[in-house]
Antibody, heavy 118, light 107 residues
Framework: EVQLVESGGGLVQPGGSLRLSCAASGFTFSSYSMSWVRQAPGKGLESVSYISYASSTIYYADSVKGRFTISRDNAKNSLYLQMTSLRVEDTAVYYC???????????WGQGTLVTVSS | DIQMTQSPSTLSASVGDRVTITCRASQSISSWLAWYQQKPGKAPKFLIYDASTLQSGVPSRFSGSGSGTEFTLTISSLQPDDFATYYCQQYKTYSRTFGQGTKVEIK
């Protein structure tokens, strides 16, 4: 069974940092590109960051560029998102999602909530 | 970045209705378009890729069409389980941008 399990969310003050993790199982993680997609309360989906299967291609949305860092460890079947200089507007459920090749993501986690508030 | 625009934002329909949602790209994305269904508190569910190819297990009442900059998602006969929010997503570029969503609600 394919599973993506996010962790690391929580309440943080503006300007603070958090590291999200996504543990993958049930598929060949090292062959999949991975993304972080977030959804602010009551809002739509926003692609935050993308990393290719071998980490050779990385993309960030303008809204997080310079503050967030995506990485992966294929030996540990894990995806990460280091978030710094957090803002109130970063408050959202963060999903990790996996895609084979250039396909759109077909595997999604259940999401982890990040709340940025003083 | 490629912008994706969906219409309408909300759609009221009844069980059995034929429903069509439109998605427009700010520049040509060929057929690099996907559709997702999302219910409250749940992760998105992958429905269609390459603009018109149904993901395995998706009911045949769902269909997608279009290429270039204009795309549609059609539900041929709306079922109770279909009331949800639908998103298009382009994957021509790594920005992987989504449309703003279309909520299909009960009339």
């Amino acid at each position: 069974e394919v599973q993506l399990v996010e962790s690391g969310g929580g309440l943080v003050q503006p300007g603070g940092s958090l590291r999200l993790s996504c543990a993958a199982s049930g598929f060949t993680f090292s062959s999949y590109s991975m993304s972080w997609v977030r959804q602010a309360p009551g809002k739509g989906l926003e692609s935050v960051s993308y990393i290719s299967y071998a980490s050779s291609t990385i993309y960030y949305a303008d809204s997080v560029k310079g503050r967030f860092t995506i990485s992966r460890d294929n030996a540990k079947n894990s995806l990460y998102l280091q978030m710094t200089s957090l803002r109130v507007e970063d408050t959202a459920v963060y999903y990790c999602a996996g895609a084979f090749g250039n396909n759109p993501p077909d595997y999604w986690g259940q999401g982890t909530l990040v709340t940025v508030s003083s | 970045d490629i912008q994706m625009t969906q219409s309408p934002s909300t759609l009221s329909a009844s069980v059995g209705d034929r429903v069509t949602i439109t998605c427009r790209a700010s520049q040509s994305i060929s057929s690099w378009l996907a559709w997702y269904q999302q219910k409250p508190g749940k992760a998105p569910k992958f429905l269609i890729y390459d603009a018109s190819t149904l993901q395995s297990g998706v009911p045949s009442r769902f269909s997608g069409s279009g290429s270039g900059t204009e795309f549609t998602l059609t539900i041929s006969s709306l079922q109770p389980d279909d009331f949800a929010t639908y998103y298009c997503q382009q994957y021509k570029t790594y920005s992987r941008t989504f449309g703003q969503g279309t909520k299909v609600e009960i009339k």
